[in-house]
């Protein structure tokens, strides 16, 4: 169910939903996912293309924004499948001399009338839900292949296991983008950082960096995630929920337009020499339960009515 849904049923606020649905996925009785909930064990479900394209449309779009800002003319990349990635792809289409290699018909489409990019795609099968082309084919098409970066989107990203998906095929398809590109650029917004899918795509010493949107102030999970990854070497690039701006690619003046671009949204975590625990992040999780038992009486009361619901 949706946050929206949820709300109207138990006659409350999203917000208010939203840490109820925190403390219920804490006590093991449903799994997040972005904009909503779902029963627990979901590793293997997804959501397909017409779900997926309603969610977090600020979000991917601050993020399209500023990873096309990171593309200059004359590059030779590969874009995986994924509503994100397709947000960039409508990006990259004013990026002369630009080269695209892709498994998705929606990047392709969106790059479909741009006269100076060239698109490559692979052969495979069609897998409906995500319009990817999956499979043995898609596979082998690629071997061989080297570009400068990849640009990939999943369903969950971790600091432990990098970017994962529910989807096996999708799974191996995104792995041998991976082994084509010099760089691995992950794109994902906060919703999808600290959840875990079923197939690992790219592990976190893999990927270069990840372009994400600004979390809730309130979303703990997110900006703990945010910090191990970074402690992995991961760097990482937050755009502004608001979008602001685009990117041009162009020799020196698209280094410009990228670097404007990222002194307008990005905000660079620092990258830390060996791993450290995140400073404040226990204090402040202390915080965070000393106020829920403060207000016990009342969200104990509201969960347990969403819980029998």
Do not use: C, W
């Not at 630009?98 to 489409?109: D, E, G, H, I, R």
């Not at 191996?172 to 917004?189: I, K, M, Y």
């Not at 999808?192 to 994400?212: A, S, W």
């Not at 990005?266 to 020499?273: E, K, N, S, T």
């Amino acid at each position: 169910m949706s946050l929206r849904e949820l709300a109207r049923v138990v006659q409350t606020s999203e917000v208010t939903v939203r840490r109820d649905v925190r403390a219920l996925e804490a006590e093991g009785l449903l799994d997040r996912r972005h904009g909503g909930a779902v029963l627990p064990g979901g590793f293997t479900r997804e959501s397909g293309f017409p779900q997926k394209s309603h969610l977090a449309t600020a979000e991917k779009t601050a993020i399209a924004d500023l990873a096309a800002g990171l593309v200059e003319e004359g590059e030779a990349i590969v874009v995986g499948a994924g509503t994100t990635t397709q947000e960039l792809a409508r990006r990259l289409a004013r990026v002369p001399g630009l080269t695209v290699v892709t498994n998705s018909l929606l990047v392709a489409q969106a790059l479909a009338h741009a006269n100076r990019v060239e698109v490559v795609m692979t052969g495979g099968t069609l897998r409906g839900s995500n319009y990817a082309l999956v499979g043995s084919g898609a596979e082998q098409s690629l071997q061989g292949l080297r570009v400068s970066k990849a640009f990939l989107s999943g369903s969950g990203l971790t600091a432990e296991r990098g970017l994962s998906t529910s989807n096996m095929l999708s799974a191996s398809v995104d792995r041998a983008l991976v082994q084509a590109a010099a760089e691995v650029v992950v794109l994902a917004d906060h919703s999808k950082l600290g959840t875990d899918t079923m197939f690992q795509t790219v592990p976190t010493d893999v990927i270069t960096r990840l372009v994400t949107d600004e979390s809730p102030a309130h979303d703990d999970r997110a900006a703990t995630e945010l910090q191990a990854l970074a402690d992995q070497g991961v760097q990482i690039a937050v755009a502004g929920a608001s979008g602001g701006g685009g990117a041009n690619g162009g020799g020196p003046s698209g280094a410009s337009g990228a670097e404007s671009v990222a002194r307008q949204q990005r905000r660079d975590v620092p990258l830390p020499g060996p791993r450290r625990q995140v400073p404040g992040a226990a204090a402040g999780l202390r915080s965070a339960a000393a106020l829920s038992e403060q207000n016990g009486g009342t969200e104990r009361a509201r969960v347990a009515d969403m819980r029998r619901r």
